[in-house]
């Protein structure tokens, strides 16, 4: 961290995608999970493999080691939880959340219950719960996991939840936009936090401050201060609009390029001296031909997002996530499939590009590995409730804390 030099790099032995990972408490091991379900413990300190596993079915979606660092649990696309001990032996599975789990976090604080000492579990998943378990903390040989209670609120998959330092309250993100604090001990809801945009996809509680950290798919992460009443930012950057987009300077069209995402093409619109009045009147055979930008995904998106600069996109249709956009089409993606370069594709679209023996990604230009194509059911169902919960209303009424929590 002084320097940001690399100190190792472990590679997966399946050579599948990593989909998550986590270091355990004492920093003796970082655990790995694998979109084929493979699950690696590699040793730090020794900087090499240790042992590999995999789930019963599905991808690993989400990990956590136990506050000991003895017991690590991983959770899957199938809805299934896993707890491993340090050798990779699987202690219990079972199945937590329907259509698949998100993410799981152990309390750092143990509790009891009818005298035996217990951690808590939170996990999450595409079924809108938070799921709440008891993990025993005594030897390997006495493990075990008990559900205890689930939170609701959500009304639409939760993708993240964390525990506050001393375990006494939960926060969760979900794709209904929103962030719900919860007591752990009563269930009761505290806050319901509406600020995003965009679905909320991490959570965070600072160790030794009052603070909450929420990040989410419009491109901000927001701090909120807990003892604050009103739950007020404290900090959430915005890129305002300084004049008509006509009148825009090229580093203001430059600005707008990096809030908007586009970055990694600021090089050609400097380069061709791109103003405001320039970007209206841009096209995709221009953006191509003229500025030598060859991924048709980000052409198509830069042309709608001028269209949405002009006025002239349907209010509706502007609001629709741009992950739920085909890069090739840019329009919304209803049979999602992800190609080798990483990026989603209507199924359709990128078989069509394939079949017209373009080998290349048509984000980044570059060869594709392979031609192989899967389905990210993950994203069809964010589709499919987006669609269904698009008349979603925001509640005014948000509970207040009106004493503290024990």
Same mark, same amino acid.
């Given at each position: 961290?002084?320097?940001?030099?690399?100190?190792?790099?472990?590679?997966?032995?399946?050579?599948? =995608? !990593?989909?998550? $990972?986590?270091? /355990?408490p004492d920093s003796t091991y *970082?655990?790995? #999970?694998?979109? %084929?379900? @493979? &699950?690696?413990?590699?040793?730090?300190?020794?900087?090499?493999f240790h042992r590999s596993a995999?789930?019963?079915?599905?991808?690993?979606?989400?990990?956590?080691?136990?506050?000991?660092?003895?017991?690590?649990?991983?959770?899957?696309?199938?809805?299934?939880?896993?707890?491993?001990?340090?050798?990779?032996?699987?202690?219990?599975?079972?199945?937590?959340?329907?259509?698949?789990?998100?993410?799981?976090?152990?309390?750092?604080?143990?509790?009891?219950?009818?005298?035996?000492?217990?951690?808590?579990?939170?996990?999450?998943?595409?079924?809108?719960?938070?799921?709440?378990?008891?993990?025993?903390?005594?030897?390997i040989r006495d493990f075990g996991?008990?559900?205890?209670?689930?939170?609701?609120?959500?009304?639409? =998959? !939760?993708?993240? $939840?964390?525990? /506050?330092?001393?375990?006494?309250? *939960?926060?969760? #993100?979900?794709? %209904?936009? @929103? &962030?719900?604090?919860?007591?752990?001990?009563?269930?009761?809801?505290?806050?319901?936090?509406?600020?995003?945009?965009?679905?909320?996809?991490?959570?965070?509680?600072?160790?030794?401050?009052?603070?909450?950290?929420?990040?989410?798919?419009?491109?901000?992460?927001?701090?909120?201060?807990?003892?604050?009443?009103?739950?007020?930012?404290?900090?959430?950057?915005?890129?305002?609009?300084?004049?008509?987009?006509?009148?825009?300077?090229?580093?203001?069209?430059?600005?707008?390029?990096?809030?908007?995402?586009?970055?990694?093409?600021?090089?050609?619109?400097?380069?061709?001296?791109?103003?405001?009045?320039?970007?209206?009147?841009?096209?995709?055979?221009?953006?191509?031909?003229?500025?030598?930008?060859?991924?048709?995904?980000?052409?198509?998106?830069?042309?709608?997002?001028?269209?949405?600069?002009?006025?002239?996109?349907?209010? %509706?249709? @502007?609001?629709?996530?741009?992950?739920?956009?085909?890069?090739?089409?840019?329009?919304?993606?209803?049979?999602?499939?992800?190609?080798?370069?990483?990026?989603?594709?209507?199924?359709?679209?990128?078989?069509?590009?394939?079949?017209?023996?373009?080998?290349?990604?048509?984000?980044?230009?570059?060869?594709?590995?392979?031609?192989?194509?899967?389905?990210?059911?993950?994203?069809?169902?964010?589709?499919?409730?987006?669609?269904?919960?698009?008349?979603?209303?925001?509640?005014?009424?948000?509970?207040?804390?009106?004493?503290?929590?024990?």
């Amino acid at each position: 961290m002084h320097d940001g030099q690399i100190l190792m790099v472990f590679k997966q032995p399946s050579d599948s =995608p !990593v989909r998550v $990972c986590t270091v /355990s408490p004492d920093s003796t091991y *970082l655990s790995t #999970g694998a979109a %084929d379900g @493979s &699950v690696v413990l590699w040793s730090i300190p020794q900087t090499k493999f240790h042992r590999s596993a995999v789930v019963k079915d599905g991808s690993v979606v989400a990990c956590a080691f136990s506050p000991r660092g003895n017991i690590l649990v991983t959770g899957s696309s199938s809805g299934d939880l896993t707890a491993w001990d340090e050798n990779l032996k699987c202690l219990y599975n079972g199945k937590a959340h329907d259509l698949g789990v998100t993410c799981c976090h152990f309390s750092p604080q143990p509790t009891t219950e009818c005298g035996l000492g217990y951690f808590q579990l939170a996990s999450c998943g595409q079924d809108c719960e938070i799921k709440v378990w008891l993990v025993s903390f005594g030897s390997i040989r006495d493990f075990g996991i008990r559900y205890q209670f689930t939170l609701n609120g959500h009304s639409a =998959p !939760v993708l993240s $939840c964390a525990f /506050s330092s001393d375990g006494q309250i *939960l926060a969760s #993100g979900s794709v %209904d936009k @929103s &962030v719900i604090i919860h007591t752990v001990k009563t269930g009761c809801i505290l806050h319901i936090l509406t600020h995003h945009t965009r679905y909320v996809t991490s959570c965070a509680l600072a160790p030794n401050h009052p603070l909450l950290a929420s990040g989410s798919m419009d491109k901000t992460v927001t701090v909120w201060k807990l003892e604050n009443a009103n739950d007020l930012p404290v900090y959430s950057p915005k890129i305002e609009t300084p004049c008509p987009v006509e009148f825009w300077s090229e580093q203001e069209v430059a600005d707008w390029l990096s809030e908007e995402g586009l970055k990694e093409v600021e090089q050609n619109f400097k380069a061709n001296n791109v103003n405001g009045k320039k970007l209206l009147h841009l096209t995709k055979e221009s953006l191509q031909n003229d500025l030598k930008i060859e991924s048709v995904g980000l052409c198509s998106k830069i042309v709608r997002k001028t269209e949405e600069l002009k006025g002239n996109v349907n209010p %509706d249709s @502007s609001s629709i996530p741009d992950e739920f956009l085909c890069p090739i089409t840019w329009e919304i993606m209803r049979d999602p499939f992800i190609a080798s370069d990483g990026y989603s594709y209507e199924r359709k679209a990128i078989e069509d590009w394939i079949s017209r023996k373009k080998r290349t990604s048509p984000m980044t230009n570059l060869p594709l590995e392979n031609l192989l194509l899967t389905p990210n059911r993950t994203l069809k169902m964010a589709v499919n409730r987006w669609l269904e919960d698009k008349k979603y209303v925001k509640p005014n009424h948000l509970p207040q804390v009106t004493t503290p929590v024990d």
